[in-house]
């Protein structure tokens, strides 16, 4: 039986938002405290360094990055995950094709789904 209510996301019911460069992305579940999104990248895809005030964990659902935060540099690959302080510039670059898969805290009101 489905529920009417939103606290189930199917991902198959959740189309691809083309970013272009080699970057895809969905929203997923969110509400006003937290947000879950995947971010699809080809091989050399480049999540460009930025900022903003939501403190980030991300998970590498597969594939390997290179992954900036701050003045540090790893490189992550499937399984990995990274914390993203509130504030502080980050970015990656696909060393493969590979997704990541972010939450947000509090949820960020730019990428909601409208």
Not at 1 to 26: A, I, Y
Not at 61 to 82: A, L, M, P, W, Y
């Amino acid at each position: 039986m489905e529920k009417s209510t939103d606290w189930f996301v199917q991902d198959r019911n959740v189309p691809w938002e083309d970013l272009g460069k080699g970057l895809k992305r969905k929203i997923l579940a969110y509400n006003e405290n937290m947000m879950m999104a995947s971010v699809s990248f080809e091989k050399g895809a480049v999540g460009a360094m930025h900022s903003h005030p939501h403190t980030q964990v991300t998970y590498v659902r597969n594939g390997s990055f290179e992954v900036v935060i701050g003045s540090e540099k790893s490189t992550v690959q499937s399984g990995d995950s990274f914390v993203v302080p509130s504030g502080v510039e980050h970015g990656v670059t696909a060393l493969e094709d590979g997704c990541l898969v972010d939450v947000f805290s509090p949820m960020r009101e730019d990428l909601a789904v409208k």
